[in-house]
């Protein structure tokens, strides 16, 4: 049996296992059971379930401490037969076992990739429980390194695999790390960058400036420095075309120098506060599920996307919704983007409150279990009910409008997404990294060519916003209030269809419609994906429109928090 009270949990290996177990359970019951019903059984009351697996006829059994409408189930307990304990590697081996059957796709070497994946997030997990403070947000900077758990449908969230232990610990956000970046000489002609049509270019920091001429010297005036992470500085150095390029001085190392930089919630991408600017940079590194350089096609898509939405003015009325754009991407060119790519960044200067914006993934994650999201202490849970309304007016409603009125679509799961707060209230909702932008090729006018890699037909366009906004972010937000205050999901969720009905009688809108009537909307099946190593092109499963069933009447569950 595995008992998740986690004040009875005695060391980090007994946590990240629990935290193991009911990711991969969650991910699993949304990904597979919804085909197989018959394996899992619910009692009507959502207090416990009963998980069989044919294959290694073994059945998982428990009882849950939240029950969520979405899938993102707390456990009290979890049982194996013979009250067996359950550990995750067990849980993995029989959880492949069913997968395989339903994926041609599944080998020896993906099934053991796989499981690696799950071993590095769970190691990972475990190293940072050991260390975590638990120490609440208090701006921006402590919420870009407070993400502890990750990604709750995932089956590896945590997973760095590529860096050492001791790597972990000085390049991972969750032990909050700092370190200088490293810096580059690299010669005009193999040098390459481009800004957007703003006239603004980031500049690096004086410091960075001085050091450099100090070792170029009368060499100065042919290079131009480019910042590169410190495990990547290393990296390079290991590839024979890089080294060719630095025995041609196409490149000079330059070392480690300049103002600190902060790792944020996505490990690559850093925060300089002496710059003002975060910078995504490029890392070698399996992050989740994928090597987190930055290739040309991602670089293509995040410029051709700010230089749209700005002559587009997105969101320019509503002034309670930004956009956090990347202005700049700079590189080291070579003749095969394979080896680009590992040089390539991109600036994202900010613009915003960093004493008073957070992250969102951050502000929805409990510290521990049972204890409510990060959010609450920043909130008056009196004012909660007010609090979300507000919370969706400057966020989902600004997003519908600009998709029906400008056909502008958004990636913005909520690592994507920041919010600043203002005396307790949602005051600014911001949007960044604009990779995930994409464009409804109808609402594009005659005069522009719609063949770039910005342009989607509608419905795709519109699957992406669904999916990343509705399932992910707000489904994520919408549970982390629920269980915070042992509320039901679907009393947040009547909220939502109550604001967007007001909206729907107010402005025409079809994705309005389409939100408040849909059967459901396609959510990643990341656990299958990522076994059947298609993470790129990911499989969809049809989560259940909550909107829809619950009509528009409070359930008699529900109570007032205003």
């Not at 050492?164 to 193999?190: D, G, I, R």
């Not at 390029?245 to 330059?254: C, D, P, T, V």
């Amino acid at each position: 049996m595995l008992e998740v009270k986690t004040s009875q949990l005695s060391n980090r290996q007994e946590l990240a296992n629990y935290y193991t177990c009911k990711t991969l359970l969650n991910c699993y019951i949304r990904e597979f059971c919804q085909e197989n019903r018959h394996l899992l059984s619910i009692d009507a009351k959502g207090q416990t379930f009963t998980l069989y697996f044919p294959t290694s006829k073994v059945t998982v059994s428990g009882a849950f401490s939240f029950y969520s409408a979405i899938g993102e189930h707390e456990y009290k307990h979890i049982y194996v037969q013979q009250g067996q304990a359950l550990d995750y590697p067990e849980l993995v081996q029989w959880m492949v076992r069913e997968l395989q059957q339903q994926d041609s796709l599944v080998t020896d070497k993906s099934r053991l990739d796989f499981s690696k994946r799950i071993d590095n997030s769970y190691r990972n997990l475990a190293l940072f429980l050991k260390h975590t403070s638990h120490s609440p947000v208090h701006d921006y900077l402590s919420s870009e390194q407070s993400l502890l758990y990750g990604h709750p449908f995932h089956p590896f969230p945590k997973n760095t695999l590529g860096f050492t232990e001791e790597e972990v610990s000085a390049y991972c956000p969750e032990l909050q790390s700092s370190f200088p970046l490293c810096y580059l000489a690299v010669n005009k002609h193999v040098y390459q960058e481009e800004w957007v049509h703003l006239g603004r270019h980031t500049k690096l920091h004086d410091t960075v400036e001085a050091q450099a001429q100090a070792i170029l010297a009368e060499k100065r005036d042919k290079y131009e420095i480019l910042p590169i992470h410190p495990w990547q500085y290393k990296h390079v150095q290991t590839v024979k075309a890089v080294k060719d390029y630095i025995a041609q001085e196409n490149i000079i190392l330059l070392g480690s120098f300049g103002p600190i930089a902060y790792p944020t919630s996505s490990v690559r991408t850093v925060y300089v506060p002496d710059m003002k600017c975060n910078i995504k940079l490029s890392l070698n590194i399996q992050i989740t599920n994928m090597m987190r350089n930055n290739n040309q096609e991602q670089m293509r898509r995040t410029l051709d996307a700010s230089n749209y939405l700005l002559q587009h003015h997105c969101f320019g009325d509503d002034p309670h919704t930004e956009i956090s754009y990347e202005e700049g991407v700079c590189t080291c060119q070579f003749a095969d983007d394979e080896l680009t790519k590992l040089f390539t960044i991109a600036y994202r200067p900010i613009q915003f409150d960093v004493t008073s914006t957070f992250v969102m993934s951050s502000l929805i994650e409990a510290p521990r279990a049972g204890e409510p999201a990060r959010l609450l202490s920043l909130i008056d849970s009196n004012q909660l009910e007010p609090w979300f309304r507000r919370y969706l007016e400057i966020s989902l409603l600004s997003i519908v409008r600009v998709a029906e009125e400008k056909g502008i679509h958004f990636e913005a799961h909520s690592q994507n997404c920041l919010l600043t707060i203002k005396n307790g209230m949602p005051h600014t909702f911001i949007i960044r990294d604009l990779e995930g932008v994409s464009v409804n090729q109808e609402k594009v006018a005659n005069n522009i060519n719609k063949s770039g890699l910005l342009f989607y037909e509608k419905e795709k366009a519109w699957a992406r916003t669904s999916y990343y906004f509705i399932v992910n972010h707000l489904g994520s937000l919408i549970h982390a209030l629920a269980s915070s205050v042992q509320e039901t999901e679907e009393y947040f969720w009547t909220i939502v269809r109550d604001v967007l009905t007001k909206e729907i009688e107010e402005h025409d809108n079809e994705y309005v419609v389409h939100l408040l009537e849909a059967e459901g909307f396609y959510a990643k099946r990341n656990m299958m994906s990522c076994l059947a190593g298609v993470s790129e092109t990911p499989s969809y499963i049809l989560v259940n429109n909550i909107m829809n069933k619950i009509g528009s009447g409070t359930s008699e569950s529900s109570k007032s928090f205003q």
